[in-house]
DNA sequence: CACCAAACGTTGACTCAGTCCAAACTAGCC
DNA sequence: GGCTAGTTTGGACTGAGTCAACGTTTGGTG
């Protein structure tokens, strides 16, 4: 379904569309959780050359945009994936890092209303569920 | 109160007592949500000189045994605060990066539970809230 | 088509948090 | 006093991420 193909993706949101661009949307399509180093090797093996800072600033880009989601576990360089929009969050291992995404058990919004804001204006709950995933309790 | 004095609740942990332990007790719960940087500066006023791997292997050895909490926000260095134990939460602002604590709207262990654990077992929900502080938003 | 300004992308140097390592020191214990 | 394990130190190092300056492409306009 090209409801929402990544060209038009971005023209929406007023960015030009180019191969790096393309090739970003693209790479953290296909690996979610990714760090942007390996976004970055993605990149490169599609376009054979992409620098370091063309793959941050691209990837910021895309965050401010609202078209890709950054997540920055603690002892984790920032990951990426392209889920936005829905309300999901993630369960991290402690131990090797890995991340999955998990719905949260309390309805659509959940945590969205802090019981004291502060005199915030809040617009997004982030919820980090931290464990140990089957194959790290094996050892 | 002196019910769990630092010197004890070191002890407990069959830590040793020690002047750098206790000024990083002390200078986390003065300087809640602060950056290990912050928090070496008052050990070092307090004590004269403090190495920086000192702060940091301190820091990580009174989080394993469970005496201060470490939280992670994207895009800031790690920030270490003293209440632990009870599950309470943070807004951070956007701008400024201002964090403080909220307790959270849904009761006493809100979404602890994932819908989908993957195979994990989880000990700990971290929520983020983020936003915008009040000063921010005036400008 | 020719030109221009704005947006893009690149290189390379840099910053900053955090870690590693080997050596020196200290405290408690025989 | 001498041992031993735990602590602390300085300094070098790593790795993520950013900055700045310079070249290149793009699309709009006459």
Redesign the pocket.
């Known amino acids: 379904m090209a409801t929402h193909e990544p060209a038009a993706l971005l023209r929406e949101r007023g ?2 569309v ?4 393309l090739a970003l949307l693209r790479a953290v399509a296909a690996h979610p959780h990714a ?3 390996r976004i970055g090797d993605a990149c490169r093996a599609e376009l054979g ?6 793959v ?3 990837l ?1 880009l895309l965050v401010e945009r609202g078209l890709v989601r950054r997540i ?1 576990p603690a ?1 984790s ?2 990951r990426y994936e392209s889920r936005v929009g829905d309300n999901h969050h993630h369960v991290v291992c402690r131990s090797c890092g890995r991340m999955e995404d998990v719905g949260c058990a309390v309805g659509a919004r959940p945590c969205l209303e802090a019981s004291d804001d502060h005199g915030f204006v809040i617009d997004e709950a982030e919820v980090l569920y931290w464990g140990l995933c089957r194959d790290c309790r094996a050892t």
Chains 1, 2 share one sequence.
Request: net charge positive.
């Open positions: 960015l030009r180019t191969a790096q661009r760090t942007a180093d050359t992409m620098s370091k800072p063309s941050y600033d691209g910021t920055q002892r360089p920032a």
